[in-house]
């Protein structure tokens, strides 16, 4: 009897707990700290990590990631065949996520480095770690703190396009910059 009782008691709190809704806030707040316009999503100042995009917290705001008008919203760097040097037109983007990231010190950023398929499985890892650290190098030079970024060869095993051509492998020579 006791253990039927029992039963009964945890079945109804598991009804219970699930019955409840998260509660939603009302609305969110932007509060601008900085030049740049990037704003904390909940709008306070604490030094807790912060969300961007589309997360709970980041619904209805907007920040400089969000803006499809700001250098942010380039997340992908291109490179030459066989080459880890950041070409000009890619400059301007790569020195606008490290102001990002210097006037935010709470976020990371990955690095993900990529190479088209010619080659070997060795030499396009370790030619999309030369890409990625490239970029690492760069942004940390421009102001960005060498803990705030990560870098990961993923050589070309993660192809943008699976075609064979030199508009697929142009697509596929590339760092993506994930916040």
Not at 7 to 17: R, Y
Not at 29 to 37: A, H, L
Not at 139 to 167: C, K, N, W
Request: aromatic content about 8%; hydrophobic content about 35%; overall charge negative.
């Amino acid at each position: 009897m006791l253990y039927k009782s029992v039963f009964i008691v945890l079945i109804l709190g598991l009804f219970t707990a699930c019955t409840t809704t998260p509660d939603k806030p009302s609305s969110a707040t932007v509060e601008d700290k900085s030049s740049t316009g990037v704003a904390d999503a909940s709008g306070s100042e604490g030094s807790g990590a912060r969300s961007y995009g589309t997360g709970a917290e980041g619904a209805g705001s907007m920040t400089a990631l969000d803006d499809p008008q700001s250098p942010l919203s380039v997340r992908i760097i291109y490179f030459d065949y066989d080459s880890s040097d950041i070409q000009s037109q890619f400059r301007d983007t790569v020195e606008a996520h490290a102001a990002f990231l210097a006037a935010n010190p709470d976020t990371v950023v990955s690095l993900e480095g990529h190479a088209d398929e010619r080659g070997s499985r060795e030499y396009n890892l370790a030619l999309g770690e030369r890409r990625a650290q490239t970029v690492k190098r760069q942004m940390v030079l421009l102001g960005a703190s060498s803990s705030q970024i990560r870098a990961t060869s993923y050589g070309e095993e993660r192809p943008v396009s699976e075609e064979h051509d030199e508009f697929a492998w142009s697509q596929n020579r590339r760092v993506e910059i994930i916040y």
